[in-house]
T-cell receptor, first 112, second 117 residues
Framework: GENVEQHPSTLSVQEGDSAVIKCTYSDSASNYFPWYKQELGKRPQLIIDIRSNVGEKKDQRIAVTLNKTAKHFSLHITETQPEDSAVYFCAASWGGTYKYIFGTGTRLKVLA | DTAVSQTPKYLVTQMGNDKSIKCEQNLGHDTMYWYKQDSKKFLKIMFSYNNKELIINETVPNRFSPKSPDKAHLNLHINSLELGDSAVYFC????????????????FGPGTRLTVL
């Protein structure tokens, strides 16, 4: 069945360093790849997303890259800050199917 | 303005009881979902509804029965609660249809933490 693998499961970085989280999806029909941030005790919230017709998207300190051939996509956070500490989820979806497959989550800790 | 709301926020109950969680969205979306998030934080889809019709049922025990009275509401009723049902349940909505070319952002409710004793 459809699957999204996410690595690493935990990531600790020093404040100001960059963080990279990687996901691999199995279904080549997937064409929408969102990233969600979930702070402790809160709901997941979208931070950035990318569609399959684009290879890279950037929004201030966060960026997402997509390699359709390899079925990989990655989240890049630069100049990390303590408030970036949270659990991050990748997901894969495709239009018209109502299916959303989430990765297993990455707990990011930014050390001050 | 709350986009997706759920009640209650916390639910503590005994094994064997029946309980319900309510969800409402005011975003005008056609599609709503229920997710279960376990203690390891895995987010697993349980059900998705489009315009009050069940679209996806991800091998959830039939003790769980979703009901959508209209496209703005999706409630979840759980019979004969078991210890393993303890989790955070999230409702979500998105603007999705069979004509959607791409997937769309999901908007999550605040979650309901269910504890079964």
């Amino acid at each position: 069945g459809e699957n999204v693998e996410q690595h690493p499961s935990t990531l600790s970085v020093q404040e100001g360093d960059s963080a990279v989280i990687k996901c691999t999806y199995s279904d080549s029909a997937s064409n929408y790849f969102p990233w969600y941030k979930q702070e402790l005790g809160k709901r997941p919230q979208l931070i950035i997303d990318i569609r399959s017709n684009v290879g890279e998207k950037k929004d201030q300190r966060i960026a997402v890259t997509l390699n359709k051939t390899a079925k990989h996509f990655s989240l890049h956070i630069t100049e990390t800050q303590p408030e970036d500490s949270a659990v991050y989820f990748c997901a894969a979806s495709w239009g018209g199917t109502y299916k959303y497959i989430f990765g297993t989550g990455t707990r990011l800790k930014v050390l001050a | 303005d709350t986009a997706v709301s759920q009640t209650p926020k916390y639910l503590v109950t005994q094994m064997g009881n029946d309980k319900s969680i309510k969800c409402e969205q005011n975003l005008g979306h056609d599609t709503m979902y229920w997710y279960k998030q376990d203690s390891k934080k895995f987010l697993k889809i349980m059900f998705s509804y489009n315009n009050k019709e069940l679209i996806i049922n991800e091998t959830v025990p039939n003790r769980f029965s979703p009901k959508s009275p209209d496209k703005a509401h999706l409630n979840l009723h759980i019979n004969s609660l078991e210890l393993g049902d303890s989790a955070v349940y999230f409702c979500a909505s998105s603007q999705e249809s069979t004509l959607s070319l791409f997937g769309n952002e999901q908007f999550f409710g605040p979650g309901t933490r269910l504890t079964v004793l």
